[in-house]
């Protein structure tokens, strides 16, 4: 008798594994060590069946990123839905992603810090579809994060609009360098970073929260 299908519940459970186990092998030796093959042996499975998840390493890759800009997207969204202030909207944005970050040191590595395939190393490729949804997912948190910017210079005139692409980028590499920092704990010698983290992120954004010069 025929074994009966998994469910698709079944299915998204093993395809899950498989993610994780990728990134476990990403953040260890590097995207060039990936391969379905090794996936497979970890996981117990044969050759054959993994490919029945998923097709090849790029797309498991590409996959986990999806994942991984869409949570935190959903944080960022969360947070820029907790106030009506703009101001108090950034911060709870800025302080989203340095928390998201790192709790989800895995994801975060291969979607911000790791020399791994980028969107346009995928443009004309079978795998450039996937690779296009993985890119509009990232660039949600972008478009979240510009929005805020210009709500915050209508709000009290602390940003000139040409400026909102700067501030942001200026914003993003101190987060991402208090991000990395404490995955890496490289500053454990000196001392422990998250105690300054808030101080930190309320440093980079005091040039911008002004009171509106109305109030």
């Known amino acids: 008798m025929p074994k009966p299908p998994a469910s ?3 299915v998204e459970a093993v395809r899950e594994r498989i993610l994780a186990e990728a990134l476990f092998i990403i953040n260890q030796d590097g995207y060039a060590d990936l391969s379905m093959r090794r996936l497979a042996r970890r996981l117990g499975f044969t050759a054959r069946t993994i490919y029945n998840y998923y097709s090849n390493k790029d797309e ?3 996959m986990a990123l999806i994942k991984g800009f869409q949570a935190l997207a959903e944080e960022f969204e969360a947070a820029y839905m907790s106030s009506d202030n703009p101001v108090e ?3 709870a944005v800025a302080r989203a992603y340095v928390r998201w970050g790192i709790e989800n ?7 911000f810090s790791m020399d791994t ?3 346009a190393d995928y443009k004309g490729t079978p795998m450039e579809e996937t690779a296009d949804r993985q890119n509009r ?3 949600r948190l972008a478009r979240i994060g510009a929005d805020i ?3 915050v210079a209508a709000y ?3 940003i000139a609009p040409e400026e909102i692409t700067f501030r942001l980028l200026h914003i993003w590499s101190t987060l991402h360098g208090v991000v990395s920092l404490c995955i890496s704990r490289v500053t454990l010698e000196v001392g422990d970073l998250r105690e300054a983290m808030d101080r930190i992120v309320e440093e980079v954004l005091r040039p911008l929260t002004k009171k509106p010069p109305y109030s």
């Open 8 to 10: 698709p519940e079944a």
């Open 60 to 62: 498991i890759y590409l």
């Open 89 to 91: 909207k950034m911060r």
């Open 105 to 111: 040191r895995h994801y975060y590595n291969i979607m």
């Open 117 to 119: 395939p980028k969107y």
């Open 137 to 139: 997912t990232a660039l």
């Open 149 to 151: 910017l210009k709500e």
């Open 156 to 158: 009290n005139g602390a």
